[in-house]
């Protein structure tokens, strides 16, 4: 599985009606495309910061649609009132502990490695530190993206609340210094959003 992000640097202001947009007219236009398997949205209030991420069966499916999606991504850049930036990702794991509910949240990591390292980071990742993840209380799902070409990853744990998610904060520090010192990896950056539409229908892939 694939997918593709696209980071939206909006205006604060405009956030709501920019959800409102991607709910009611991306979503229904991008689900009904050939192997469109689910689109998710993050949300930071407080920046204007939201990245919406569609997941394909296929990089075949994905790229497919590249065209298509153009015109999509340009208005609803619009709605938000910034300008994107655009990520296509091979999905290299999705657990979920239970669904998302009303006021769950993310924490999202982006790191960059040797290419040569991506398999040891994901090994490292299933096998060592997600069986840890999944004893902080509130944790609902994680998910984790890789760049093979370019070496870089993105790891997205969401959170029950932010309440949940602030708790695990030391937790999940430790975590992110133990993954680098067994990989070698660079955390490039770590943020937090609110998680605004769940319906990425990816599959557990463990």
């Known amino acids: 599985m694939f997918a593709r992000s696209t980071t939206v640097l909006g205006q604060p202001a405009m956030i709501d009606s920019g959800i409102a947009h991607v709910r009611d007219v991306v979503m229904p236009q991008v689900r009904g495309m050939s192997g469109c398997i689910g689109l998710s ?5 407080s920046s204007g910061r939201c990245i919406v991420t569609s997941a394909w069966e296929s990089e075949e499916a994905m790229r497919a649609t590249a065209d298509a999606v153009t015109p999509i991504r340009t208005l609803a850049a619009e709605q938000f009132g910034g300008e994107v930036t655009v990520d296509e990702w091979e999905v290299a794991y999705v657990h979920r502990a239970h669904h998302s509910h009303d006021g769950a949240c993310a ?5 960059e490695a040797d290419p040569t390292a991506v398999d040891r980071i994901v090994d490292a990742f299933k096998m060592s530190i997600m069986p840890r993840v999944e004893q902080l209380d509130g944790f ?5 993206l890789i760049d093979r070409e370019r070496g ?3 790891v997205t ?3 029950d609340s932010r309440e949940a998610m602030s708790a695990a904060a030391d937790a999940a520090m430790g975590l992110r210094a133990d993954l680098v010192q067994e990989t070698g990896m660079r955390v490039v950056e770590v943020a937090e959003f609110e998680l605004a ?5 990816v599959p557990e892939l463990v």
Do not use: F, I, K, P
Request: proline letters at 0%.
């Open 41 to 45: 949205l993050l949300a930071d209030r």
């Open 140 to 144: 609902c799902s994680a998910s984790l």
């Open 197 to 201: 539409l769940a319906h990425l229908d």
């Open 157 to 159: 744990a969401t959170y």
């Open 152 to 154: 870089r990853s993105c």
């Open 107 to 111: 924490r999202v990591t982006w790191t």
